[in-house]
Nanobody, 127 residues
């Protein structure tokens, strides 16, 4: 059974940084697009960033562009989200997601397009 395990969340002051990591198992990692989504209390889940199966392409939510960087290590089966200049509005539970896309040209951005999900890691940014 595919497993995605997130880590790295925590409490940080506005302007600070956090690095989230997601470890994947029981899948052929380099055939999967990997993404990060987030959900704040009372709000809908939203796309944050994604990276293609070979790491050649990335996509970001507008507000994350320039502050967040998604990366992956296909040798370690991990995907990371480096978050800089964090804002209180970034407070949410962050989820790692995976979708089998060996030949895809476009990076999926909708949550329904991802089959596998982690349990999430909480990020809290204080003002």
């Amino acid at each position: 059974q595919v497993q995605l395990v997130e880590s790295g969340g925590g409490l940080v002051q506005a302007g600070g940084s956090l690095r989230l990591s997601c470890a994947a198992s029981k899948l052929v990692f380099n055939l999967y697009t990997m993404a990060w989504f987030r959900q704040a209390p009372g709000k809908e889940q939203e796309f944050v960033a994604a990276i293609s199966n070979d790491g050649s392409a990335t996509d970001y939510k507008n507000s994350a562009q320039g502050r967040f960087t998604i990366s992956r290590d296909n040798g370690d089966n991990t995907v990371a989200l480096q978050m800089n200049r964090l804002e209180p509005e970034d407070t949410a539970n962050y989820y790692c997601a995976a979708q089998f896309t060996p030949f895809a040209r476009a990076i999926p951005q909708q949550s329904y397009e991802y089959r596998y999900w982690g349990q999430g890691t909480q990020v809290t940014v204080s003002s």
